[in-house]
């Protein structure tokens, strides 16, 4: 126990103990009017008595009673003193129990933290209450490399990553848009690159919308090793994941219905295709969710925000085919300050009749590509995945490279007959280098041939490293410095194949 205060009779409510929760409590401090003349009780001999003879924590001190005491008043002041005793022992119980109370309080759960490898979760299903929110979705890689808790909570919809090797955690930000639910159960909801660096899921939202929403659905790709999404493709339909084909890295979406259609997934080439054979896209609605762009007309479109900020545009006339062709988004940059897209006629957003780029703060739009350029048809685009670059070949075989940072074009030609069109552009990392198609088609526009073209972005160097090939080769995978085309690796230096 503290240190027990000394307080007066006449001014203690209570017995207060030095460190319990309790502070002395006093009665008024102003005088008690009374009848009679000041007592014995009430003189500094009878106070320095009680003070040191009474509550004290240290050795007692005796003083002689006054000499003029009678008898009377010592039996009194015996009754008195018992009676000051007995509630002394009393309210010094009492505040010994309520200090006890205080200091003791009902155990709690205790959180320790622990070096272990976390444990793989085999189901989704929300933990009991009082443990976790129900909301945060548990998982681990199949190496048990990394810990992901997916929180479905509130938006933004938030990933923690924690790799269990070296302890370094992050915290991403997916989308503003909202979703509770996700598809699959348990382990099965999750997919994994085969190097168990990219995870990959699908969101979604119940009830079922009354009428269709673009943003019903989304599908994730996040590289944990980077700890940044490198895909968000937002749908009006759930697709659902057949699986992963771990040759290929690929993962394929399936449409609901008995349409056999399917959408994929390239891990490798960070690539959305809509099909096997068409260009990687990127969705209407920007990766964090915070812009949409919605197509009123073949002239006219829309981009909303959601904080109610709306942008409406009409194209010039840069082609008299423009009432013919349907809007595509090119790119949007990663901070979503602007937004790329183009008018296509062909429903392929490589043949374009323009880009056009929209300053999402201010609504101003200009156009990248000028209209002598078009000559009234369409040229083959490619924007950077960054959106720092672009290429484009006109149809007589100009090609184009504008670098929007540096401010810098470089052109030079490829040859391209009227029977020939580029595709199938596909970016390395860093921006520097450029794989595309230059196919031959026949009456039928079916593919007879194609060549493969390497082009560096920095030097405009153009070589072609596989010529008059029948069948397409797949890309399954680019880095900075190769490139693998089915089973086999190329250089992206000079084009050469590697052992």
Not at 98 to 118: I, M
Not at 387 to 401: M, Q
Request: some cysteine.
């Amino acid at each position: 126990m503290g240190e027990c205060f000394k307080i007066k009779l006449r001014d203690m409510n209570f017995v207060s103990w030095q460190g319990s929760f309790f502070q002395p409590a006093y009665l008024s401090g102003k005088p008690r009017l009374t009848k009679r003349a000041p007592d014995v009780w009430d003189s500094a001999a009878f106070s320095s008595i009680f003070l040191a003879s009474s509550f004290s924590c240290s050795q007692a001190e005796s003083t002689p009673a006054h000499t003029q005491v009678t008898q009377t008043v010592r039996r009194l002041f015996s009754k008195t003193m018992k009676l000051l005793f007995f509630k002394s022992v009393f309210a010094l119980l009492v505040t010994i129990i309520l200090s006890a109370c205080l200091d003791f309080p009902s155990k709690q759960p205790t959180v320790t933290q622990t070096t272990e490898t976390a444990i793989q979760v085999n189901t989704a299903t929300p933990l009991p209450t009082n443990t976790l929110n129900p909301n945060f979705i548990y998982v681990n890689s199949p190496d048990n490399r990394y810990t992901v808790k997916l929180q479905l909570s509130e938006s933004p919809i938030k990933l923690h990553i924690l790799n269990n090797v070296t302890n370094y955690e992050a915290d991403i930000e997916l989308t503003n848009r909202r979703y509770n639910k996700i598809f699959g159960e348990g382990q099965e909801a999750f997919h994994w690159s085969s190097d168990n660096k990219v995870i990959m899921f699908e969101l979604y939202r119940e009830p079922f919308p009354e009428k269709f929403e673009d943003d019903y659905s989304c599908f994730f790709a996040v590289n944990l090793e980077t700890a940044a999404p490198v895909t968000a493709n937002y749908s009006k339909i759930l697709r659902g994941i057949d699986g992963l084909l771990k040759e290929n890295d690929v993962v394929i979406l399936s449409h609901p219905g008995l349409n056999d259609l399917t959408d994929s997934y390239s891990v490798g080439i960070n690539c959305y295709r809509s099909d096997s054979f068409s260009e990687c896209e990127s969705s209407s609605i920007s990766p964090s969710g915070n812009w949409e762009f919605s197509q009123w007309d073949a002239t006219t479109f829309v981009i909303s925000s959601l904080s109610g900020d709306k942008w409406e545009y009409t194209y010039p006339n840069i082609t008299d085919r423009l009432n013919n062709s349907v809007s595509f988004v090119q790119q949007w940059t990663n901070d979503e300050k602007f937004v790329f897209f183009s008018p296509s006629g062909w429903y392929e957003r490589s043949w374009v009749y323009g880009l056009f780029r929209m300053d999402l703060s201010n609504g101003e739009v200009i156009s990248l590509i000028d209209k002598s350029e078009l000559s009234n048809k369409y040229v083959f685009l490619s924007v950077s995945p960054r959106a720092e670059k672009i290429v484009y070949i006109t149809i007589s075989g100009k090609l184009v490279i504008r670098d929007l940072v540096a401010k810098t074009e470089r052109t030079m030609q490829i040859g391209l007959s009227a029977d020939e069109i580029a595709t199938k552009f596909l970016w390395s990392p860093d921006e520097t280098k450029l794989i595309f198609l230059k196919q031959k088609l026949d009456k039928e526009n079916q593919v007879v041939s194609m060549d493969y073209f390497l082009l560096n972005t920095k030097t405009g160097d153009v070589i072609v490293f596989l010529k008059q090939i029948t069948d397409y080769i797949a890309a399954k995978k680019i880095t900075n410095f190769e490139v693998q085309l089915g089973q086999n690796l190329y250089s992206l230096s000079d084009g050469k194949m590697l052992k």
